[in-house]
């Protein structure tokens, strides 16, 4: 078994024995959360995990410390998907950070949703598959969106994903029965008071909050990933992230809203190439497009969108607010429509205090103040 140690012994991969222990005394522990027995079996289950020998610590002690060998492997009876590698096995320290991330992650909603500042950050959080999409996830975004409206210490959103992802579209073994794991958002009744108008809520389809959303995107962007990008506002992807909306292949239609935004944001010839062959496009691609507004190394999509958001939720919260609601209710309409739509809003912005904050802040060379009113 390839990082097989003894106690004193450094693993292969850096980690040592003591290290590999208690990272899976923390599996176990996280697994004790879910307090309800029924409940935590169900749990460990629906991971590919034995939860009789998960929940042995000793047992736990001895895979860290290489004291099983490789015979006593299947006894952990993990998921085929779940292992790091298929070939030779994980080493002990990926098998315990295994047993973490995968409890962890289950434990967690599938959309994580936290504020840095004046900034809400949310997270697709289904890493295992590459946060596909489900039912209860577009209820949390539905709910998020609207928090962010209603707050007014909010000033940006950042949507991202985990995991190296930003998000491979609808779960379509969900769909198909496959789920992975339950669930607490109450599905059953949203359906039954609003049908379906939470998902295309939360998908930014037919309707966006009133503060701007940036997209931190690496890895894919399919389907449903690059159908809910074209509602954000500001797209910032990593070098080799991916982008495409390939329902067709599968006979679906893209429900996302794809089929109707996509040719006016990019235009009609690039837009049917991709939606009718299903294609997939590099980032550099989609920068051509106009489809990303930046493109930046891997690994700092999240890092560069949140550079932008706090620039933007240090400008005048009136003002930003203003010019998003322009630029989300005008693109139908003639110049001459646009202008006196503008009107109706625009008086107000000039003759709050906030537009006499900000050339004040300049003249006086010091940030400005901006108390939203």
Known sequence: MQGEVAVGVETDDGLQPDEVVARCREAVDVAHVVHDEVARLELLESLGLDPAVLLRPALVHDVATGDVGNSDLH??????HLLPSADQGPTWSQLANLLVGVIRSALMPDLLVERQGAVMVATMNRPERKNAMTLQMFGRMRDAWKEASDDDDIRCIVLTGTGGDFCAGMDLRGLSGDKAESDDWDVEGAMATEGAEFIWQGLLKTSRPTKPVIAAVEGVAIAGGTEILQGTDIRIAAESATFGVSEVKWSLYPMGGSAVRLARQIGYAEAADILLT?????????????????????????????????????????????????????PGMTEAEAFAHEDTYTGAVMASEDSKEGPKAFAEKRKPNFQRK
């Open 75 to 80: 006894d952990l009876d993990l998921a085929p």
């Open 278 to 330: 299903g294609k997939h496009i590099s980032a550099a691609e989609a920068k051509a497009m106009g489809l990303v507004s930046r493109v930046v190394p891997d690994g700092t999509a999240l890092e560069h969108a949140m550079e932008v958001a706090e620039i933007v939720a240090g400008n005048g919260p009136l003002a930003v607010e203003a010019v998003l609601k322009t630029l989300h209710d005008t």
